[in-house]
């Protein structure tokens, strides 16, 4: 009796129960709104949504965005990609890199500075006086400055490069330009 009651209970467990649940609004211009993720549906319409459990869905998937679906056949304005990211997606995706951007490019100018300071130093230094070791230092504290420029020319290139690219998917998904901005 205690395997089948053992084996009753791993059952219960182990067989999945299939459901979905539908979240359906519309909005102030009469457009109707569907999505599976109740989180994603405006404060101001949670009062009015229409729930539906469909429990006939045999496979589970991630949760679908707001989908927007014209009135009467007029023509609404995209709310989001062809894959359904709208302009959080986007701008969460572009905005670490032009983060990354515009501190690559302060750090460029500081070690630019920093370089052209210690060559005018050098150029104005006399050399006769000073011994081989003090001379070698200078050199190598200037190829220390010069590659540090270079590292932060690589990061400027890498950020410009994935500002390029998401462009251009963004371009290709037909994504709103100005959710780049």
């Known amino acids: 009796m205690k395997k089948f009651l053992i084996l009753l209970i791993v059952l ?10 539908i979240y359906k609004w519309v909005d102030e211009k009469g457009v109707a709104h569907f999505t599976d993720d109740l989180s994603k549906v405006p404060p101001s319409y949670q009062d009015r949504v229409e729930v539906e459990t469909r429990k006939d869905v045999q496979e589970e998937r991630a949760p679908l965005p707001p989908q927007t679906i ?17 302009e959080a997606w986007w701008r969460d995706k ?3 890199w032009k983060e990354k951007l515009k ?3 302060e750090n460029y100018e500081k070690a ?11 150029s104005q230094t006399n050399f006769y006086g000073r011994s ?3 001379t070698k230092w200078d050199v190598m504290e200037l190829n220390r400055l010069n590659g540090e420029k270079k590292k932060y020319e690589a990061q400027i290139a890498e950020a410009n490069e ?9 371009e290709e998904t037909k994504a ?6």
């Open 176 to 181: 709103n330009p100005d959710w780049l901005k």
């Open 70 to 86: 014209a009135p009467s056949g007029k023509e609404e304005e995209i709310r989001a990609d062809i894959y359904g990211r709208d």
């Open 112 to 122: 630019q500075k920093n370089f052209t300071k210690k060559s005018e130093e050098l």
């Open 132 to 134: 081989r070791s003090q």
């Open 162 to 170: 994935m500002l390029e690219k998401l462009s251009k998917e963004a």
């Open 103 to 105: 501190e690559a490019r």
């Open 94 to 96: 572009v905005h670490p």
């Open 12 to 21: 219960t467990f182990t067989i999945p129960a299939y459901a979905a649940t």
